[in-house]
């Protein structure tokens, strides 16, 4: 077969067939061509450009290497429809971490079940949102995993971030 998704399937790991740019290698050139123009717009009326989307990402991606994540390691972001989103998950690919999503509705023992399953080291959440407490939900996720994990939690109101870090046993890969 000589399809482009079986010449994707088939490369060597950590090649990439002449031409395939990465989501991120796209956003570059985005950003390169014009860094002013609108990145992302929520339903609130908040909206960052390609420019802002990239430092703040930068800021997130230097919070995620002070917590100990790096190339390689597993975050999970669970988080709303906001502008806040798309930083943290630019960050965790910025700094070469596997991004892995959940929707923000998926409930802490099962945002653990999942981070346990594929070896998640932080998981992203909202501070609150629609009547939830993630600070509170995060004693809870913590709980079920019972090892090491940081969480990241985001304000929606103003995109301040709060850590929280619990100790254990470090995350396995399954």
């Given at each position: 077969m000589n399809s482009p998704v079986s010449a994707v399937a088939t490369a060597d790991p950590g090649t990439r067939p002449a031409g395939i740019r990465t989501p991120?290698?796209?956003?570059?050139?985005?950003?390169?061509?014009?860094?002013?123009?609108?990145?992302?717009?929520?339903d609130r009326g908040h909206s960052l450009t390609r420019a802002e989307l990239w430092e703040?990402?930068?800021?997130?991606?230097?919070?995620?290497?002070a917590h100990g994540l790096g190339e390689g390691d597993v975050v999970i972001v669970c988080?709303?429809?906001?502008?806040?989103?798309?930083?943290?998950y630019m960050g965790v690919?910025?700094?070469g971490m596997i991004g892995g999503?959940?929707?923000?509705?998926?409930?802490?023992?099962?945002?653990?079940?999942?981070?346990d399953l594929v070896g998640a080291k932080a998981v992203v959440l909202p501070r609150a949102h629609r009547g939830r407490d993630f600070l509170a939900e995060s004693e809870i996720l913590a709980e079920e995993l019972d090892r090491e994990v940081?969480?990241?939690?985001?304000?929606?109101?103003?995109?301040?971030?709060?850590?929280?870090?619990f100790d254990g046993p470090p995350a396995a890969l399954p």
């Open positions: 991120l290698q796209l956003f570059l050139g985005h950003l390169e061509h014009d860094p002013h123009a609108l990145a992302v717009c929520d703040q990402a930068g800021i997130v991606e230097q919070e995620l290497a988080m709303p429809n906001w502008i806040e989103w798309m930083p943290s690919v910025r700094g999503t959940l929707p923000v509705t998926t409930d802490p023992r099962s945002i653990a079940y999942t981070a940081h969480i990241l939690l985001v304000d929606g109101e103003d995109g301040s971030r709060t850590w929280r870090s």
